[in-house]
């Protein structure tokens, strides 16, 4: 899920975007990473002596709620047949409670951010080529001026036959005026969908709002602590039954990108709060619309730290390495979307981990934030 190429701004802007919000499948070559180090068998929480519960005198913020500490498998399960080699090996980590929002940052607050500030999202801003030259590969040639329009990607919703699923631009569509507002485009609206999750997101505005909110992104790890509930190492956010994906995630059901059956009662993105929550009350971490976190993607992250020890509040990659777009530091988002398949990718996952480049959103990229007690009673 990255990137914002075009055709995606036509040939010399490939390295952009579009593998940046495609539910792209990495080489599977790395077969010698083993699953594993941990044994999974999962050190007790208070032998870490973690924050468990919410500090006397701490109160819930409206809309939040309390992750209590815990230690868990973060990164590939044991059995997990669809794991990727960049989620692997799992590893054991501990990391202290905290608050998250209990559902995506939805178009209604993040209205509220912009009444109050006036901020003007990345896609709504004229793009500078000057700028935008730096990321891409030394000699890229300048874009007629009619196509360095703001804008954003969009899911092309008119795929007509099977496409060869590396072709992630026969679904991705550079749409000139996509913002957050209008998020298919001039003329489209958010009108009637004020609980939706506000779409076309930048990295950038992800952390505006937060700052105005006195709020965080989470950490990949914080995140996954979140999406497990209470358990320690399951593959999904409702156990580990794929059987029950429908019920429980906002996903792609039918043929991928040519027909959505809306099996699962959606055929595109779904209202906040559609699908039942995980058992500490979370909703949509699997599907829908990814989410933002803030740690910089390095494929190799998992492998390069590999350890039996227990992890301690792991903060994420130091580097950023990703093979397949050297020329833009991107981030890792979680939770997979309302585009998420088996035959292309199956990142409903918790342990999924995609990067995105962070000049860029899409229609199926949001995000949700964090509150932890030293933020909360610093103020």
Same mark, same amino acid.
């Given at each position: 899920?990255?990137?914002?190429?075009?055709?995606?701004?036509?040939?010399?802007?490939?390295?952009?975007?579009?593998?940046?919000?495609?539910?792209?499948?990495?080489?599977?070559?790395?077969?010698?990473?083993?699953?594993?180090?941990?044994?999974?068998?999962?050190?007790?929480?208070?032998?870490?002596?973690?924050?468990?519960? %919410? *500090?006397?005198?701490?109160? %819930?913020?409206?809309?939040?709620?309390?992750?209590?500490?815990?230690?868990?498998?973060?990164?590939?399960?044991?059995?997990?047949?669809?794991?990727?080699?960049?989620?692997?090996?799992?590893?054991?980590? =501990?990391?202290?409670?905290?608050?998250?929002?209990?559902?995506?940052?939805?178009?209604?607050?993040? #209205?509220?951010?912009?009444?109050?500030?006036?901020?003007?999202?990345?896609?709504?801003?004229?793009?500078?080529?000057?700028?935008?030259?730096?990321?891409?590969?030394?000699?890229?040639? #300048?874009?007629?001026?009619?196509?360095?329009?703001?804008?954003?990607?969009?899911?092309?919703?008119?795929?007509?036959?099977? *496409?060869?699923?590396?072709?992630?631009?026969?679904?991705?569509?550079?749409?000139?005026?996509?913002?957050?507002?209008?998020?298919?485009?001039?003329?489209?609206?958010?009108?009637?969908?004020?609980?939706?999750?506000?779409?076309?997101?930048?990295?950038?505005?992800?952390?505006?709002?937060?700052?105005?909110?006195?709020?965080?992104?989470?950490?990949?790890?914080?995140?996954?602590? =979140?999406?497990?509930?209470?358990?320690?190492?399951?593959?999904?956010?409702?156990?580990?039954?794929?059987?029950?994906?429908?019920?429980?995630?906002?996903?792609?059901?039918?043929?991928?990108?040519?027909?959505?059956?809306?099996?699962?009662?959606?055929?595109?993105?779904?209202?906040?709060?559609?699908?039942?929550?995980?058992?500490?009350?979370?909703?949509?971490?699997?599907?829908?619309?990814?989410?933002?976190?803030?740690?910089?993607?390095?494929?190799?992250?998992? #492998?390069?730290?590999?350890?039996?020890?227990?992890?301690?509040?792991?903060?994420?990659?130091?580097?950023?390495?990703? *093979?397949?777009?050297?020329?833009?530091?991107?981030?890792?988002?979680?939770?997979?979307?309302?585009?998420?398949?088996?035959?292309?990718?199956?990142?409903?996952?918790?342990?999924?981990?995609?990067?995105?480049?962070?000049?860029?959103?899409?229609?199926?990229?949001?995000?949700?934030?964090?509150?932890?007690?030293?933020?909360?009673?610093?103020?």
């Amino acid at each position: 899920m990255k990137r914002m190429s075009q055709r995606f701004f036509i040939n010399s802007i490939v390295l952009i975007s579009l593998l940046l919000t495609s539910c792209k499948q990495e080489d599977n070559g790395s077969q010698d990473i083993p699953d594993n180090y941990s044994t999974q068998e999962i050190t007790t929480d208070t032998e870490i002596g973690l924050q468990i519960d %919410v *500090p006397v005198g701490v109160s %819930v913020p409206t809309g939040m709620i309390w992750v209590p500490g815990k230690v868990f498998i973060q990164g590939a399960k044991a059995g997990d047949v669809m794991a990727m080699p960049r989620e692997k090996p799992g590893r054991q980590v =501990a990391v202290d409670g905290f608050f998250m929002d209990a559902t995506e940052v939805t178009n209604n607050q993040f #209205k509220k951010f912009i009444d109050a500030t006036d901020y003007i999202t990345v896609a709504e801003r004229p793009i500078d080529w000057e700028e935008m030259k730096k990321e891409l590969p030394p000699g890229t040639p #300048k874009p007629a001026d009619s196509i360095l329009q703001p804008g954003s990607l969009v899911f092309n919703k008119n795929v007509l036959e099977q *496409p060869h699923m590396n072709n992630y631009s026969a679904w991705w569509t550079w749409k000139t005026g996509a913002n957050w507002r209008e998020p298919y485009g001039p003329g489209s609206s958010i009108e009637g969908k004020a609980n939706y999750p506000v779409v076309h997101i930048a990295y950038e505005d992800a952390l505006a709002y937060c700052k105005w909110a006195n709020r965080r992104l989470p950490s990949e790890a914080q995140w996954e602590s =979140a999406a497990q509930g209470t358990a320690t190492s399951s593959i999904f956010t409702w156990g580990n039954d794929l059987k029950m994906l429908n019920e429980n995630a906002n996903t792609w059901t039918g043929q991928f990108p040519v027909r959505n059956t809306g099996e699962d009662g959606f055929e595109y993105v779904a209202p906040v709060g559609s699908f039942p929550a995980n058992d500490l009350g979370f909703y949509d971490m699997s599907g829908n619309v990814w989410e933002w976190t803030r740690d910089v993607y390095n494929a190799n992250h998992y #492998k390069q730290t590999a350890t039996n020890d227990t992890i301690y509040n792991p903060q994420g990659a130091t580097t950023y390495y990703n *093979p397949q777009n050297p020329y833009q530091v991107e981030m890792i988002m979680k939770g997979g979307s309302f585009l998420c398949h088996a035959s292309y990718c199956a990142s409903y996952r918790i342990s999924a981990r995609m990067s995105t480049s962070k000049d860029s959103g899409s229609d199926h990229l949001g995000f949700r934030t964090i509150a932890t007690v030293d933020m909360l009673t610093s103020q």
